[in-house]
């Protein structure tokens, strides 16, 4: 499989703390994006890095990628309780997408 | 998610019966994907669609089939389902090499 895998599987922080969740994946990639879902709502895309990127900022997100170690990390920074959610990792190769198992955060109010 | 609407949101089922989900965007994207989703799995692809009539395999496609033959529709049908087929199905689009636009998903339970 060329699935993506998110560590860790679980995370709970206290509202203003940063979370950082990594993905490793297997393959070469076109790029990797990292999506969010909230529960019972489909995934909405956050960030998209390509693979001769290293780094990339979007608001309170920051994502780095390392493609010799295969792996990608998300930083949400001064965390909100509204930010509470799973958070997947995607590898594009072509116009096919492989998704981690993903990043349950629970933020703390 | 405007622009993808996902039919219907819930089914409840028999085994042994088909079922069809539709997937309809009015965004106009070439690229068309089915998903399913499973505690522990993640999402995996079982089809996409790169236009209309041309659609391949993903990589959990057994027990599906699908068809696309108008730009906005795509189409997941389980030909007699079975209760390893209870998941929840999302359909997303996108443009070549640009993020996935996801619907809310189908609720599928077959008894």
């Known amino acids: 499989s060329q699935q993506g895998e998110e560590d860790p599987q679980a995370l709970s922080i206290q509202e203003g703390e940063n979370a950082t969740m990594n993905c490793s994946y297997k393959?070469?990639?076109?790029?990797l994006q990292w999506y969010r879902q909230n529960s019972g709502r489909g995934l909405v895309h956050l960030i998209l890095?390509?693979?001769?990127?290293r780094e990339k900022h979007s608001g309170r997100l920051r994502v780095t990628l390392d493609t010799s170690k295969k792996s990608s990390s998300l930083l949400i920074t001064a965390s909100r309780a509204a930010d509470t959610a799973s958070y997947f990792c995607?590898?594009?190769?072509?116009?096919?997408?492989?998704f981690g198992t993903g990043t349950s955060l629970t933020v703390i109010p | 998610d405007a622009g993808i609407t996902q039919s219907p949101r819930h089914k409840v089922t028999e085994t042994g019966t088909p079922v069809t989900l539709r997937c309809h965007q009015t965004?106009?994207?070439?690229?068309m994907y089915w998903y399913r989703q499973d505690p522990g799995h993640g999402l995996r692809l079982i089809h996409y669609?790169?236009?209309?009539?041309?659609?391949d395999k993903g990589e959990v496609s057994d027990g599906y089939s699908v068809s696309r033959s108008k730009t906005e529709d795509f189409l997941l049908t389980l030909e007699s389902a079975t209760s390893s087929q209870t998941s929840v199905y999302f359909c997303?689009?996108?443009?070549?090499?640009?993020?996935?636009?996801f619907g809310d998903g189908t609720r599928l339970s077959i008894l």
């Open positions: 997303a689009i996108s443009e070549s090499n640009q993020p996935q636009h």
């Open positions: 995607a590898t594009a190769l072509g116009n096919q997408f492989y």
């Open positions: 965004e106009n994207h070439r690229y």
């Open positions: 669609s790169y236009g209309v009539k041309d659609t």
């Open positions: 890095i390509r693979s001769n990127e």
């Open positions: 393959t070469s990639i076109n790029n």
